[in-house]
């Protein structure tokens, strides 16, 4: 019988995330030829091969994407149980005094932050917290001049460079996917449709949440232009009720990723209509931290119970 290994899988969900052997050893504090010898066991025990290794860095194979999925459960209560044991007073070995700025984008902001900084106040009365938000731009600014330790933001896969920068020492760490939804009115053409591409979408005028420059969708749009030609922008606000106005009424469609979606939806339940996006996007949520800074233990224990919440 194949044992399930915490800290193996620790490792095949972190290499997952960072798509780098390097990186990973920096999280995890493993060294590369730990983890290494770690999949090598792995992999002779169950028999199939978990990693491709590439010039740019490691992905996982599709054995390897179906064995992460079956077993992460196994870490999910493993976490679960970690933050229950912490949550029994008697299990506090110490206490973390001093303050802990975190700046966030609003897909953190719906559901995930707020049980994250829930917990953390409870089990660590003594840090003071304070909480900003903002567009990716200003929180990426944030980590980088050091008013913020550790940065939430979401981001394509492709652009990480155009945003982050080679220059600035920012380091972006994956914590989950994020799918991307059309929003229309309920009496748009496009209204029965069970998926629609971008393209498709460029039919129609667009609203666009937050500012032109900081939205991901619409600057991967930019980006491939020569695939969907020139969006028509009518508007940018980062007034979700106004933005939802202006698609109810038909006069615009606009773009919701899943965490904003219930926002969105809440406010519009009747007139809106959310429609998955049929094109093959790579849009993440992670956290980012400057790679010249050390964190402090306050930052180490948000990020912990971050992780152990997404």
Known sequence: MIKIRADHLEILMELAKTESMSLASKVLHISPQGISSSIARLENELGFKLLNRTKKGVCLTEAGQKYLELSSHYLNDLSALKLQTLDNPAAKSFELEGS???????PF??????KVTTFLCKMYPNIKLSLREGHTGQVIEAVVTGASEVGLI??????????????NHVKFYKLFSNPIYALVSKDSPLASRKSVSIKELL???????????????LNHIMANKHIYGEPKVIMDSD????RNKVISEGFAVGFSNRYTLRKSMDENPEEIIAIPISDKLNF???????SQSALSAAAKVFINILKANC
């Open 109 to 114: 902001n719906i559901d995930i932050l707020p």
């Open 239 to 242: 007034n979700i009720p106004t």
């Open 154 to 167: 979401m981001l394509e896969k492709e652009s990480k460079t155009n945003f982050l920068g080679t220059e």
């Open 100 to 106: 802990l700025a975190i700046y966030s984008t609003t």
């Open 284 to 290: 993440y949520c992670g956290y980012i931290v400057n």
């Open 203 to 217: 039919n129609y005028p667009l609203v666009i949440y937050m500012d032109s420059k900081n939205n991901i969708v």
